[in-house]
């Protein structure tokens, strides 16, 4: 089990790798657009709303509107022509236009379709159709959707309560009360438990960067800023430590036990996962954060562990000794 987790951490490590020099060398395609240009005002515009000529979105609505003629014509209430884009094609944009005249929304966008259409469209309206090309940005925005959200918390208390009563019926292990022995399982817990904390408060105090992060995604952690390298750090550590506890469960209990502990053990995960990362938008978080760790680690250390295994029949022990099993003495 330890070989699999180093392997795993090596490649991250070297996944993660990343040179300033070849960063440099590889500026996001907008990026570029703006060096050619030399243009302060896209820049600027770069800096505060984090996409800019070039990028590329995705329809997530149904359809979207676009005008054909220029925005000017329909800021002066001329007759304008519109034309649909169907759900999930994917636009470039190709110029933004900034109309200070414009009562309803300053900021113009024009996009290009797959067949090569030009239309204009108001940044507010465009926004919340679409969304970035990246399968993390898209992730975001499905789990962002609030009638996503509720769904799953309804799912997640429906399978807690139903796993419950199995596990009662059982009296099978479960994490916090009948724990296995491992602290892989609790260590998971708090992991979770502290990326909801860390997801809240960037809610609450990164915004800015949360948002740059939604319009260029990374799974880097080395190139971000602190708040959000923890947040990016405790996903991989999900990773690698919920690994861990598949291969511990997988060892110690029999393949029914096992499956039942590890479905409570998501069910706990995810009620932890919704209780930290709403209540620390109310700052509540933070001390039930601290409180929780203690009473994880203080639980799993009130219960026995089986550090040791009989050298003749391979059990697990608590102590050295007689074996309970076949009655070999273990020194």
């Known amino acids: 089990m330890r070989?699999?987790?180093?392997?795993?951490?090596?490649?991250?490590?070297?996944?993660?790798?990343?040179?300033?020099q070849t960063r440099e060398d590889n500026l996001h395609d907008a990026l570029a657009e703006q060096d050619s240009t030399a243009s302060a005002d896209s820049i600027s515009f770069y800096s505060t709303h984090h996409y800019s000529v070039g990028y590329n979105f995705i329809v997530h609505n149904d359809s979207l509107q676009l005008i054909v003629q220029q925005?000017?014509?329909?800021?002066?209430?001329?007759?304008?022509?519109?034309?649909?884009?169907?759900?999930?094609q994917q636009l470039a944009v190709s110029d933004i236009r900034i109309l200070p005249q414009d009562s309803i929304d300053s900021v113009w966008v024009?996009?290009?379709?797959?067949?090569?259409?030009?239309?204009?469209?108001?940044?507010?309206?465009?926004?919340?159709?679409?969304?970035?090309?990246?399968?993390?940005?898209?992730?975001?925005?499905?789990?962002?959707?609030s009638h996503i959200l509720i769904a799953v918390i309804i799912m997640v208390l429906i399978g807690v309560a139903y796993?419950?009563?199995?596990?009662?019926?059982?009296?099978?292990?479960?994490?916090?009360?009948?724990?296995?022995?491992?602290?892989?399982?609790?260590l998971l817990?708090?992991?979770?438990?502290?990326?909801?904390?860390?997801?809240?408060?960037?809610?609450?105090?990164?915004?800015?960067?949360?948002?740059?992060?939604?319009?260029?995604?990374?799974?880097n952690p080395f190139t971000m800023p602190p708040i959000l390298a923890l947040f990016i750090i405790s996903v991989w550590?999900?990773?690698?430590?919920?690994?861990?506890?598949?291969?511990?469960?997988?060892?110690?209990l029999p393949l029914e036990d096992a499956l039942i502990y590890l479905l409570g053990l998501a069910g706990v995960c995810a009620v932890l996962y919704i209780v930290f990362s709403i209540s620390t938008l109310y700052f509540v978080g933070y001390p039930l954060l601290v409180a929780y760790c203690y009473y994880a680690i203080t639980t799993y250390q009130?219960?026995?562990?089986?550090?040791?295994?009989?050298?003749?029949?391979?059990?697990?022990?608590?102590?050295?000794?007689?074996?309970?099993?076949?009655?070999?003495?273990?020194?």
């Open 302 to 331: 009130r219960h026995p562990h089986e550090q040791f295994m009989c050298g003749n029949c391979g059990k697990r022990l608590t102590a050295k000794g007689k074996c309970p099993y076949c009655g070999a003495i273990n020194d």
């Open 237 to 252: 550590a999900m990773l690698i430590v919920g690994i861990a506890v598949v291969e511990d469960t997988r060892h110690l």
């Open 163 to 186: 796993m419950t009563r199995i596990i009662h019926r059982r009296n099978a292990p479960i994490v916090h009360f009948r724990d296995i022995p491992s602290f892989y399982p609790t």
């Open 3 to 20: 070989n699999y987790i180093i392997i795993l951490i090596c490649c991250l490590l070297t996944a993660c790798y990343n040179d300033k």
């Open 71 to 88: 925005p000017e014509e329909k800021v002066s209430q001329l007759a304008t022509d519109t034309f649909t884009i169907p759900h999930n």
């Open 110 to 145: 024009q996009l290009v379709s797959e067949r090569g259409r030009l239309g204009w469209i108001h940044e507010t309206e465009l926004l919340p159709a679409v969304v970035p090309t990246d399968p993390i940005s898209q992730f975001i925005m499905f789990f962002s959707d």
């Open 189 to 219: 817990c708090i992991i979770v438990a502290a990326a909801a904390t860390f997801y809240a408060s960037l809610q609450l105090f990164g915004t800015d960067i949360w948002r740059h992060f939604y319009y260029h995604p990374s799974l």
